[in-house]
């Protein structure tokens, strides 16, 4: 099992930047891959960022150039730096992990509010 934790949500600016954290703990051998998803009210939850396990990461095209993942591989954290954020931002961003075994865990969410 994978619990993880997120921190850094909140309200900001249009043009300002947020920093997303989440660790992971429990008891597992490795995890492959850590991310972002996020859902906005009445969309389906989507990919935002992920960190793989061989040190590549992806993102959204929306939110290149923006948002910067980065993975600390012995600490099992990942953060996620925002900037020049838009109101299209607002969501619900929610980590995630997948462990050796493939199976998929998430945190609990925290809210991202872009306005003015």
């Known amino acids: 099992q994978v619990q993880l934790v997120e921190s850094g949500g909140g309200l900001v600016q249009p043009g300002g930047s947020l920093r997303l954290s989440c660790a992971a703990s429990?008891?597992?051998?490795?995890?492959?891959?850590m991310g972002w998803y996020r859902q906005a009210p009445g969309k389906e939850r989507e990919l935002v960022a992920v960190?793989?396990?061989?040190?590549?990461?992806n993102y959204a095209d929306s939110v290149k150039g923006r948002f910067t993942i980065s993975r600390d591989y012995d600490k099992n954290t990942i953060d996620l730096q925002m900037n020049s954020m838009r109101p299209e931002d607002t969501a619900v961003y929610y980590c995630?992990?997948?462990?050796?075994?493939?199976?998929?865990?998430w945190g609990q969410g925290t809210q991202v509010t872009v306005s003015s």
């Open positions: 960190a793989l396990h061989g040190g590549f990461s």
């Open positions: 429990g008891r597992f051998f490795r995890i492959n891959n």
């Open positions: 995630n992990a997948v462990s050796d075994t493939y199976r998929s865990f």
